[in-house]
């Protein structure tokens, strides 16, 4: 019945916008990279059918790669079962979402079957190297807390620390100290918060090692890619952690070995890397895979996510740095479950409205509004 009612509306015009975001502060750098900027102007896409109904989402198609879908049925397009249906119109992949729930009159995490909570946990994502600008006299250690501060009181209960100072930015021995001090240091200003850890591949299995070595009573909750993954250095890792630190997850999966070709089943990501992690899941070597919510797409994620689940692992969609990702990925998580937590992104929107959604004590709740929940101001 509900593709029945898609089929009642035919789009009628395709609309390329840009909306724009803020973060709280410029987020400086990580392991590899100098600067992430204060906030993205994102691309996005307006679809309205005859019948009034309209629905948008990011989209990053250029202009001569997106199908020119006026005149077709909705439910042509898309199954609210399956999600995008029609090959051509997966660069419309979110906007399609958006404008089925509207049709359907139902949320998004709604239409996925609402089996995971309302209430999605949600981690501060923000936190990244502060202490070492400016080059030529470092501020230090305080300014990355006082983030942490400032982000709590926005509502997050968990801190992902960006760690790796010492792969470009400062002499491995003091970097790898300053790692191991902010990460004490976090866990003992917010003693009831997560501790999470992201090195974005800095490090070597040795050096990361070490790091666990001056950490290890700290619960870390997660680590993120310690190094380039591979089976040896995992089984090395999952060694440490089963003595040290059982309780502590290893996810991995966000860097991209290899592009996904056009049209196939996980977007950006090849077949060949995302079946790596499979297998590395399988071996238990894993415990949540990573890759983006965006570059995978979301009706790829649906059809990836039985997968992730008959691996024996969890899911944690990449969402850095559009905070529309954020709530694209808590909506896949309240509706298809098996996700672990959502990287949170502060930030403020300038020209959409996503107060729908409310973070409180680490909990991103769920809006009931159709779609995704968002709305255009302009």
């Known amino acids: 019945m509900s593709r029945a009612l898609l089929d009642e509306h035919r789009i009628v015009e395709v609309r390329t916008l840009s909306v724009r975001c803020r973060y709280p502060r410029r987020i400086s750098r990580n392991s590899k990279l100098l600067n992430h900027g204060d906030g993205p102007t994102t691309q996005v896409r307006v679809l309205r059918t005859d019948k009034g109904a309209s629905g948008w989402g990011i989209s990053w198609a250029k202009p001569e790669e997106t199908p020119d879908l006026v005149g077709r049925a909705v439910g042509s397009l898309f199954d609210p079962d399956q999600g995008v249906v029609a090959p051509e119109a997966m660069p419309l992949d979110f906007p399609l979402h958006d404008l089925s729930g509207v049709i359907l009159g139902q949320s998004v995490h709604q239409m996925l079957g609402g089996k995971g909570p309302r209430d999605v946990p949600c981690y501060d994502g923000a936190i990244y190297m502060d202490d070492v600008e400016p080059e030529e006299n470092p501020v230090g250690l305080g300014v990355v807390l006082d983030n942490c501060r400032h982000d709590y009181d926005l509502g997050y209960r968990a801190f992902k620390l960006k760690i790796g100072r010492g792969f470009k930015w400062m002499p491995p021995e003091e970097g790898l100290q300053r790692d191991i001090d902010l990460t004490r240091a976090v866990r003992d200003l917010f003693p009831g918060?997560?501790?999470?850890?992201?090195?974005?591949?800095?490090?070597?299995?040795?050096?990361?090692?070490?790091?666990?070595?001056?950490?290890?009573?700290c619960n870390l909750f997660w680590i993120e890619e310690p190094f380039q993954e591979n089976r040896d250095d995992l089984r090395r890792l999952r060694e440490f952690l089963t003595r040290r630190s059982p309780r502590t997850l290893v996810v991995d999966g966000e860097a991209r070995i290899g592009q996904g070709q056009p049209g196939g089943p996980y977007g950006g990501f090849a077949p060949e890397h995302i079946d790596l992690l499979l297998g590395l899941a399988r071996e238990k070597l894993l415990d949540a895979l990573i890759m983006d919510i965006a570059s995978v797409g979301f009706t790829n994620w649906r059809r990836l996510m039985p997968a992730v689940t008959a691996a024996g692992v969890r899911a944690a969609p990449h969402t850095w740095g559009e905070p529309l990702k954020t709530l694209y990925t808590a909506q896949l998580a309240s509706g298809l479950g098996n996700t672990v937590t959502v990287e949170g992104i502060p930030a403020r929107a300038l020209d959409h409205d996503w107060n729908a959604y409310a973070l409180k004590e680490g909990l991103l709740r769920m809006p009931d509004a159709p779609g995704f929940g968002v709305k255009l101001l302009a």
């Open 193 to 217: 918060c997560d501790t999470l850890v992201d090195a974005n591949d800095g490090y070597t299995c040795d050096g990361f090692l070490r790091y666990l070595d001056g950490v290890a009573d």
